[in-house]
């Protein structure tokens, strides 16, 4: 999220404000940094089959990309209980209001977008984050493209 560092592991990768990093399951890794480094660390205790590629340093951004008159997703997770999906919104797009099935976090990876939750509109840029209680309404417009990812925990 800021900062950078060094994943030391089976294979040590360098992480950047922006990164990603992904570690198999049982695979037990340590961070080291100079001047810091702040990140989200999300365990889930079991494997789970990511379309990702593991031990690799990446930007979670260029995972997928912008479509014109779009909105491009792409399930990174997708179990009965945990859900972790990418999503990439041309200008001009949005999602109509709905509600959280579940609680859920948005990590705002490029641009700029708008959130609307229980009533009111939030401005969201990349590097922030915003959170939705269980059954929290709310929806989604970007006037300019936007990259975002979802992590949603269900009961």
């Known amino acids: 999220m800021d ?14 404000k922006g990164g990603a990093f992904v570690t198999p399951v049982g695979q037990p890794v340590g961070v080291k940094t ?24 990446f930007a979670l951004k260029d995972v997928l990309p912008y479509a014109e008159g779009r909105i491009v997703n792409k399930d990174i997770i ?8 990418l999503m990439s919104f041309a200008a001009g797009t949005g999602l109509s209001e709905h509600a959280a099935p579940g609680e859920a976090l948005i990590f705002a990876l490029d641009g700029e977008g708008v959130i ?17 209680a269980k059954n929290g309404a709310h929806w989604v417009r ?6 975002m990812a979802l992590l949603l925990t269900l009961d």
Do not use: C, D, Q, S
């Open 34 to 57: 100079e001047a810091g480094i702040v990140y989200t660390e999300i365990e889930t205790g079991k494997e789970h089959k990511m379309k990702l590629n593991p031990g690799e340093a």
């Open 3 to 16: 900062g950078e560092g060094e994943v030391l592991g089976e294979r040590n990768a360098k992480v950047a």
């Open 142 to 147: 970007a006037e300019k493209p936007f990259k």
């Open 116 to 132: 609307g939750y229980e009533g009111k509109e939030h401005t969201i840029k990349a590097g922030e984050n915003f959170a939705f």
């Open 78 to 85: 997708n179990e009965p209980k945990l859900k972790f999906v």
